[in-house]
Nanobody
Framework: QVQLQESGPGLVKPSQTLSLTCTVS??????????WSWIRQPPGKGLEWMGV???????YYSPSLKSRTSISRDTSKNMFSLQLSSVTPEDTAVYYC??????????WGQGTQVTVSS
C-alpha cells in the first residue's frame, strides 16, 4: 500500500520560503516506473500542478512557477521536498504530494494547508 504524507509549517510569512516534505512509504521514489509531483489548490480554485521529480532526480516545473520553485529528494529517507520562494498571500493553498504513474496521478497525500500571512 503506497502512502504519501506531507509535512511542514502551516503558516509562512510573505517574502519567505515555503518548505514542505513528502514522506513516501510502500514504494521507492527511485523506481523507474514512477515520478513524484507537487500539486496545490488555492481556496475556491482548481488544482495547479507545480512540478515533478523523476526517479533519476530530473525535475520539471510549471512555467508560471519555475522561477520560484525547487523540488529535491533524499533517497536514503525515501522523501522528496518542495521549496517555493518569495511567497505572497496568493500562494495560500492546500499542498499535495502525488505519485505519478502511466495511469496518471494515482496516489495522493492527504494534503497540508499552508497560509501565507504576516
Amino acid at each position: 500500500q503506497v502512502q504519501l504524507q506531507e509535512s511542514g509549517p502551516g503558516l509562512v510569512k510573505p517574502s519567505q520560503t515555503l518548505s514542505l516534505t513528502c514522506t513516501v512509504s510502500g514504494e521507492s521514489i527511485t523506481n523507474s516506473d514512477y515520478a513524484w509531483s507537487w500539486i496545490r489548490q488555492p481556496p475556491g480554485k482548481g488544482l495547479e500542478w507545480m512540478g515533478v521529480i523523476h526517479y533519476d532526480g530530473i525535475t520539471y516545473y510549471s512555467p508560471s512557477l519555475k522561477s520560484r520553485t525547487s523540488i529535491s529528494r533524499d533517497t536514503s529517507k525515501n522523501m522528496f521536498s518542495l521549496q517555493l520562494s518569495s511567497v505572497t498571500p496568493e500562494d495560500t493553498a492546500v499542498y499535495y504530494c502525488v505519485k505519478n504513474s502511466l495511469g496518471g496521478f494515482d496516489y495522493w497525500g492527504q494534503g497540508t494547508q499552508v497560509t501565507v500571512s504576516s
